[in-house]
């Protein structure tokens, strides 16, 4: 068998969403499992999602079957952590191996978190987003969420994280 760079691009974006979501819920070993139910890995080759729609339905679909998953092992997840899960991973695979550029990487939803969430409050006061708390959102909080942060309007989402520092300010 040979390793190639895709199963080394996997592995680790397999760790980095593990590890960006893990605090107070779950395992490493139970998101990769989560994950390898899913077809993230597929899109590490293929760019067969061309459309804002199309995009949403993959991650919706995805974020179903990662919460199915882990509750099937007796864990309790919210559409906002397997969001983010999807959004590393694809952060990591895609839009950070692909310079930024392409269908995905202009597309693909950012990793929301608290530091985000309050840095953006602090920019864009008109967006509602004091008080969000990304690990309690639901399906529907989650995408009124990603709307809310569409109307800004960059031309590639990922442009959104520099309102996103590795520390909270």
Not at 151 to 163: A, G, I, K
């Amino acid at each position: 068998m040979t390793y190639t760079f895709t199963d080394h691009l996997h592995n680790y974006a397999l760790w980095t969403a593990a590890r960006a979501v893990q605090r107070n819920f779950t395992t490493t070993k139970n998101i990769c499992s989560a994950i390898g139910e899913t077809d993230l890995r597929r899109l590490i080759d293929r760019n067969e999602i061309v459309t804002i729609e199309q995009f949403d339905n993959f991650h919706r679909q995805t974020a179903d079957i990662i919460i199915k998953y882990l509750q099937s092992i007796r864990i309790s997840s919210t559409y906002g952590q397997a969001a983010k899960i999807i959004a590393i991973y694809l952060k990591t695979a895609v839009v950070i191996r692909d310079s930024g550029l392409g269908t995905i990487a202009k597309i693909a939803h950012p990793p929301i978190d608290n530091i985000l969430l309050t840095h953006l409050h602090h920019k864009y006061r008109n967006l509602g987003l004091k008080g969000v708390k990304w690990t309690q959102l639901t399906e529907k909080q989650y995408f009124d969420l990603i709307n809310k942060l569409r109307t800004l309007d960059f031309d590639y989402f990922w442009e959104l994280e520099q309102y996103w520092t590795p520390i909270q300010q």
